[in-house]
């Protein structure tokens, strides 16, 4: 008995790479095998391109709205189980914030007064979300200390406070000007509790990139803080920063352990929960969208392959009646539409990876022949966001891409192993 070849021998790689070169002269396809190759190549390199702009787009999104707040925060809950009530100010936060502080994912922990007031500047009124910090700890959050515009100096704030530009622009604030801060929990007296109302230098005005930061958020110090909202040598929440935010889930058990009974944690995920899920959705229809461009490229493959079985139709029955099982014939036949989905995919996922790590003179080149587009987009809210690309989304796009291209080149395959080689000898 003969030896049966095993399945993709060298010379069924030879014939397939034979009929991919065959020009249309020869009953080849090799106009439509290029076009094939380029439709695959432009559509794995759009997935790439935007799944690692999505991708940017994500973590430019995160760290923004993680700049200037906390990764999770400790709490503590009010008591009224006893006979004297017990409410949720933190009083022995130093050792809540050594204990919290020495957690393995914990890079800081902050002790933080928080408070809600009414802000006020020569007539001028607004809400104001006062945050009491340490200027150590306010140095930890890089949107408010180190943001891209600012005006006045960070290094005063211990003698005045810090306040978001958009407020600013709307009390009309400048540094150096005394803004009032008015609280109805304010002095109490015999005859009640009169509201408090103190002013402070404006020494540092910070723009984050969010506006609804931007707009109601003021950094007293932490001592006078304490001082304004009646919570001497005490704290409302104690704010952690982690070295990975994303593994914030995993730390909540271990914070809570070192917290005591009464705390609990809310995290950054938790406040931006509707934001993430719509980020997901978000993904899952550009994901989708762009899997049907990459069908659309895969399908040349078959037409292209349709052309050249009934091209090569006197071919296969030469093989046939020469010994080449239906087998074989369809080994050739799936390696030729293969191969191009395979080399375009690869050449889509380099110049996919390329683009994303050339991103900044991408724009660079838009904003140049546009003249200063860029700029005057950015200058007018518009958000250009960084590409980065991961081993995941690679996968997915270059898996997608292979997975069709692949799948859809066996029927055509199939069909020209099934062709009977007397039908297609009948009338050479």
Request: proline content about 4%; aromatic content about 8%.
């Amino acid at each position: 008995m003969a030896n049966t070849p095993p399945p993709f021998s060298r010379f069924e790689w030879m014939i397939a790479w034979r009929y991919l070169r065959a020009r249309k002269a020869d009953g080849g396809v090799s106009v439509m095998t290029l076009i094939s190759l380029i439709g695959i190549a432009l559509a794995v390199f759009a997935l790439v391109a935007t799944l690692a702009v999505r991708e940017g787009l994500r973590s430019d999104i995160i760290q923004t709205m993680l700049g200037a707040n906390a990764h999770a925060e400790v709490h503590y809950r009010r008591d009224f189980s006893g006979e004297i009530p017990v409410d949720h100010l933190i009083r022995d936060y130093s050792s809540l914030v050594e204990k919290i502080g020495g957690l393995p994912e914990v890079t800081h922990a902050s002790p933080l007064v928080r408070g809600q007031v009414m802000g006020s500047y020569r007539g001028r009124n607004l809400p104001v979300d006062v945050y009491g910090i340490t200027l150590e700890d306010l140095r930890n959050y890089p949107m408010v200390a180190k943001p891209n515009e600012a005006l006045g100096s960070l290094d005063d704030f211990e003698t005045g406070v810090a306040i978001g530009a958009m407020m600013a622009r709307q009390l009309g604030v400048g540094v150096g000007d005394r803004i009032k801060l008015i609280s109805p929990d304010g002095v109490k007296t015999a005859m009640g509790t009169s509201p408090r109302v103190s002013a402070y230098e404006v020494v540092f005005i910070f723009s984050s990139g969010q506006g609804f930061i931007d707009q109601s958020r003021l950094y007293l110090p932490l001592a006078q803080a304490q001082s304004f909202f009646n919570r001497e040598g005490a704290v409302d929440q104690v704010d952690l920063r982690l070295t990975n935010p994303a593994k914030v889930g995993a730390l909540i058990l271990p914070i809570l352990r070192s917290s005591g009974d009464r705390a609990y944690v809310t995290t950054w995920q938790d406040r931006a929960g509707g934001m993430i899920q719509a980020l997901k959705m978000q993904d899952n229809a550009i994901f989708i969208v762009l899997s049907i461009l990459v069908l659309i490229a895969a399908l040349n493959i078959v037409s292209g392959l349709i052309m050249l079985v009934k091209n090569k139709g006197r071919d296969i029955g030469i093989l046939r009646t020469m010994g080449l099982s239906q087998g074989s014939i369809l080994r050739v036949f799936f390696l030729c539409g293969a191969s191009v989905g395979t080399v375009g995919t690869l050449i889509g996922v380099v110049l996919g990876v390329v683009f994303a790590a050339n991103i900044d003179s991408i724009y660079g080149l838009v904003d140049w022949i546009t003249g200063s587009g860029v700029r005057d987009l950015e200058a007018n809210g518009f958000f250009f966001p960084s590409a980065i690309v991961t081993i995941g989304d690679v996968s997915s796009a270059a898996g997608l891409s292979l997975a069709l291209s692949w799948l859809i080149t066996f029927f055509p395959a199939r069909r020209a192993a099934r062709m009977n080689p007397v039908e297609a000898l009948r009338y050479e």
